[in-house]
């Protein structure tokens, strides 16, 4: 894929992240007010080197505590090892032709997937950094792969933000090594309308026990359901709150939903129905430090988050001044 497809590609991100944007960016942390009167704790974890960084997509490795982070600028994967204060170039930019790193994940067999919004997605062996698979969307129409999920059967599920799509990889795929990336399940059809322009899926998350994935329009707020069994597609009933701007999604174990609504400079948690047919806004969390939030994974004890800075010198929003560090967050109490 040639970089032909990145400045549409651009401008749809910059139109989807402008909509509810919220203020400036600040660098500080401290404790920040939950919705419903706690306090959060929000501090930076790790920093990531380079002066254009603009990181969008995080994944921990369970297995080491080592966490991922992707840059959106060009590509640069970087690793940050467990209990370090800096991360370090893992997968140079560039590397494999990849152009972005958008959606992050790390597989239970230890393979980082990594896709680039350009393309397709690829799968790294996360000890040489090897690239041992790769699955690019054929043809030529406009596309935005951004996020991806990967259930317990090693299934990965991916979301495209321009064509409403989910593209699947079976292991059987992963196992050959290299192949077209197809839709499973189209979901344009469901979808609110939404002005010219900005994206619809976006962040999406896998049922830990293999029953469903969910994947988020971030433009009409809207949270839907995908029945692995039936290929059912249902709207999760919200309560309490909407999911506009939301982008990264995190599933834990007991159906605690925690998703990032970038331009909003806010987090929020959720509490799923057994079904995960329904959803209900626990708490929230919105503050400047969060640095418009794209992604964020749950490792023990905290939640780490991603501070793109998209709306700085480089990013790509309208600008509103010069990029600080860029660091990860991390967020205990929430």
């Known amino acids: 894929m040639t970089k032909k497809f990145l400045p549409a590609a651009l401008l749809t991100l910059t139109a989807a992240l402008t909509l509810g944007a919220a203020p400036a960016a600040t660098a500080s942390g401290g404790e920040a007010p939950g919705g419903d009167g706690s306090r959060t704790r929000i501090a930076t974890a ?17 297995r080491t505590g080592t966490v991922y982070v992707g840059s959106y600028t060009d590509g640069t994967v970087y690793r940050a090892r467990s209990g370090g204060r800096a991360a370090e170039v893992f997968l140079p930019s560039g590397t494999d032709g990849r152009h972005t790193a958008n959606g992050l994940r790390v597989d239970a067999h230890g393979r980082l997937w990594v896709t680039d919004s350009t ?15 790769h699955f690019e969307i054929p043809g030529s129409e406009p596309r935005f792969l951004n996020d991806l999920a990967v259930t317990p059967d ?69 949270l839907f359901r995908i029945d692995l069994r039936s290929g059912a597609v249902s709207r999760v009933a919200l309560r309490g709150g909407d999911l506009k ?35 209900r806004l626990v708490r929230t969390v919105t503050d400047p430090s969060l640095q418009i939030p794209t992604t964020l994974v749950q490792v023990p004890g905290r939640t780490l988050v991603v501070r793109s800075q998209f709306d700085k010198d480089g990013g790509p929003m309208p600008s509103t001044g010069a990029p600080t560090a860029f660091t990860v967050a991390s967020v205990r109490g929430f």
Request: neutral net charge; aromatic residues 6%.
């Open 46 to 62: 790790f920093t990531l080197p380079g002066a254009k960084v603009f990181p969008e997509g995080i994944a921990a490795d369970p």
């Open 119 to 133: 393309s397709g997605v690829s799968v790294y062996d996360t000890r040489s950094g090897a690239r041992t698979a």
């Open 154 to 222: 090693g299934t990965a599920y991916l979301t495209d933000s321009v064509r409403a799509v989910v593209y699947r990889v079976t292991p059987d795929q992963l196992a050959a090594g290299s192949g077209p990336l197809l839709p499973a399940y189209d979901l344009s059809g469901r979808l609110t309308p939404s002005p010219a322009g900005s994206f619809s899926l976006n962040g999406i998350a896998a049922d830990p026990a293999g029953r469903f994935l969910l994947t988020v329009d971030m433009t009409a707020g809207d």
């Open 245 to 279: 701007t939301a982008d990264g999604l995190d599933l834990a174990p007991g159906g605690v939903l925690r998703a990032a609504q970038n331009t909003r400079n806010t987090l929020s948690r959720w509490q799923l129905s057994a079904d995960g047919t329904r959803a």
